[in-house]
T-cell receptor
């Protein structure tokens, strides 16, 4: 198993550009989520999904869109990038959304918005 | 809403010694889950240990153990026989049992350095 994979590893964007951060898992996990990590802030939940076709907002959803057309993939879209979205983004998945289930994290995508 | 507080931004320990990382949380729920995650320089988030609030026994995983004080809402991580590979950022996290969609709430993290 590859686990949770994220692409790209690093990206530079200009303000106003759009892009999609890719996340995939091969563990047949129902629950997937996106976090952003900023210095001194820990990780904060952006969006999550409990299964194909079902998504919901987390703590900091503004400026981000998600969709879940398959169990394996959970892309995060920035429609018009802003410097405030400069961050490290982590995708995570677990078998279910139950809190006792271990969440597995991807390696992260570092995004710089100029 | 639940909050997780890690008040010490940095700590240092001598190799082979023991260090304790502190974490407190605020919640009105009686049942929940607590976690410690390790983030080395590679940035990969690695689960270190998990504690279920309804269990009185403190969780242990090899050199890692917790001191869970439910009444005080305290959840500290003890690392015994510290090794150079333990140097990393450590995050305490809380997860509510409410519903199937409960999210992880993280503290701000603590950077642990290990002196050879």
């Amino acid at each position: 198993n590859a686990g949770v994979t994220q692409t790209p590893k690093f990206q530079v964007l200009k303000t106003g550009q759009s892009m999609t951060l890719q996340c995939a898992q091969d563990m047949n996990h129902e629950y997937m989520s996106w976090y952003r990590q900023d210095p001194g802030m820990g990780l904060r939940l952006i969006h999550y999904s409990v299964g194909a076709g079902i998504t919901d907002q987390g703590e900091v959803p503004n400026g981000y869109n998600v969709s879940r057309s398959t169990t394996e993939d959970f892309p995060l879209r920035l429609l018009s990038a802003a410097p405030s979205q400069t961050s490290v983004y982590f995708c995570a998945s677990s078998y279910r959304g139950h809190p006792k289930e271990t969440q597995y994290f991807g390696p992260g995508t570092r995004l710089l918005v100029l | 809403a639940q909050t997780v507080t890690q008040s010490q931004p940095e700590m240092s320990v001598q190799e082979a010694e023991t260090v304790t990382l502190s974490c407190t949380y605020d919640t009105s729920e009686s049942d929940y889950y607590l976690f410690w995650y390790k983030q080395p320089p590679s940035r990969q988030m690695i689960l270190v240990i998990r504690q279920e609030a309804y269990k009185q026994q403190n969780a242990t995983e090899n050199r890692f153990s917790v001191n869970f004080q439910k009444a005080a809402k305290s959840f500290s991580l003890k690392i015994s026989d510290s090794q150079l590979g333990d140097a990393a950022m450590y995050f305490c996290a809380y997860r509510s049992p409410t519903g199937a969609n409960s999210k992880l709430t993280f503290g701000k993290g603590i950077t642990l350095s290990v002196r050879p």
